[in-house]
């Protein structure tokens, strides 16, 4: 199985300030067709988890463009231009190339 | 627009089984594999397992192999995930999910207590 490794586990940010979550991968994510699966996803307190970035660097539907995402192979990151009020949770890294898909253990985001 | 509509908590008592619902609507059902995801309390997500509702066919974790049963009725555009032999360590919020998670229901608090 695709080991996922998130770091930090948590993330204390002032509003208004960039965050930047790190996400490494045991294998590389980059497919034969050319394309890299690796997902980002928020889970908001008591919500289901959320799409934010698929692809390692395109946004979902909706999503604002303070979060962006960027990587290749094994190594990826995930970053918020400005951190606002509505963005605490939890957010996961997840691959998407093979069976058994596996997800990160999380950074917990939250504001000073 | 999509959403996956979860059945409700259940409580369930070692030993027995539970069977959880996903109602699809906004989308052709049998056009998108659905996943099954669980949560601890307090821990992070478990990929448990897929079906494709287009033939039926599913890929569980090797750790749920043997105890997990996914399952679709695409009149009703309707998946099912069943788990038997229930344990205290079963107890988590399941969620359903279609495709790459891009939409997600809103989770089934299963709770296995005696």
């Known amino acids: 199985d695709i080991v996922m490794t998130q770091t930090p586990l948590s993330l204390s940010v002032t509003p208004g300030q960039p965050a930047s979550i790190s996400c490494k991968s045991s294998q590389s994510l980059l497919h034969s067709d050319g394309k890299t699966f690796l997902y980002w996803y928020l889970q908001k307190p008591g919500q289901s988890p959320q799409l934010l970035i698929y692809e390692v660097s395109n946004r979902f539907s909706g999503v604002p463009d303070r979060f962006s995402g960027s990587g290749s192979g094994t190594d990826f990151t995930l970053k918020i231009s400005r951190v606002e009020a509505e963005d605490v949770g939890v957010y996961y890294c997840m691959q998407n190339i093979q069976l058994p898909r596996t997800f990160g253990g999380g950074t917990k985001v939250e504001i000073k | 627009q999509v959403q996956l509509v979860q059945s409700g908590a259940e409580v369930k008592k070692p030993g027995a089984s539970v069977r959880v619902s996903c109602r699809a609507s906004?989308?052709?059902?049998?056009?998108?594999?659905i996943h099954w995801v669980r949560q601890a309390p307090g821990q992070g997500l478990e990929w448990m397992g897929w079906l494709n509702p287009n033939n039926g066919d599913t890929n569980y974790a090797q750790k749920f192999q043997g105890r997990v049963t996914m399952t679709r009725d695409t009149s009703i555009r309707t998946a099912y995930m069943e788990v038997s032999s229930l344990r205290s360590d079963d107890t988590a919020v399941y969620y359903c999910g279609r495709g790459t998670f891009e939409y997600w229901g809103q989770g089934t608090l299963v709770t296995v207590s005696s």
């Open positions: 906004g989308y052709t059902f049998s056009g998108h594999s």
